[in-house]
């Protein structure tokens, strides 16, 4: 993962999507709890309602590895926020995992 991207283009990117992903959050009424990070291909297994674990509409598709990033650093927690891009029933990835076009 990291071999297409560098290290300051990765961490823009982590930027860039914190900030757009707390402007989804205060949009969606900022309440504390669990929330599924989702990417704009919609992908969802349906397991749990949006009631019960909303999902944040992410504005580009991001690697797994960035997606983790997110869940390893629970940036949001301040706020009462955790984010996963888990399915917590069946573990399956809310966002499709497609490398970037143009960067191969
Ligand atoms: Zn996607
Ligand atoms: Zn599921």
Request: charged share 20%.
């Amino acid at each position: 993962m990291a071999s297409y991207f560098s290290e300051d283009l990765l961490n823009s990117r982590y930027q860039a999507m914190k900030v757009h992903i707390l402007s989804q959050w205060l949009n969606m009424g900022a309440q504390r709890g669990e929330y599924y990070l989702q990417c704009p291909c919609y992908q969802d297994c349906y397991c749990t309602d949006w009631e019960e674990i909303p999902r944040i509409p992410l504005n580009i598709c991001m690697y797994p590895g960035e997606l983790d990033m997110f869940v390893v650093h629970q940036p949001f927690e301040q706020y009462g926020v955790i984010v996963r891009w888990h399915c917590i029933e069946c573990e399956r990835e809310l966002s499709c995992g497609f490398l970037p076009l143009g960067t191969l």
